[in-house]
């Protein structure tokens, strides 16, 4: 299979703001939250598990993230 390469992508990190919020963040299965933030190869036919956890630290980190920008944080 030959995978088209992707455009250089800004590496993600964790803001400053969320960074009190870390250790509330579940479902990473004891990975750096960072890693699966910045995990854009995995998905559910090369890695199920690792693609799932993904999924779920993303959507905690986007409500977080929309919290914020509302002022609820």
């Given at each position: 299979?030959?995978?088209?390469?992707?455009?250089?992508?800004?590496?993600?990190?964790?803001?400053?703001?969320?960074?009190?919020?870390?250790?509330?963040?579940?479902?990473?299965?004891?990975?750096?939250?960072?890693?699966?933030?910045?995990?854009?190869?995995?998905?559910?036919?090369?890695?199920?598990v690792r693609a799932l956890l993904c999924v779920a630290?993303?959507?905690?980190?986007?409500?977080?993230?929309?919290?914020?920008?509302?002022?609820?944080?």
């Amino acid at each position: 299979m030959i995978r088209k390469s992707h455009p250089a992508r800004l590496e993600w990190a964790m803001p400053e703001y969320l960074e009190k919020y870390r250790d509330l963040i579940g479902n990473t299965g004891g990975n750096p939250i960072e890693d699966l933030m910045n995990d854009h190869e995995s998905d559910i036919r090369t890695n199920a598990v690792r693609a799932l956890l993904c999924v779920a630290v993303k959507s905690q980190l986007s409500l977080l993230e929309r919290l914020h920008e509302r002022g609820h944080l």
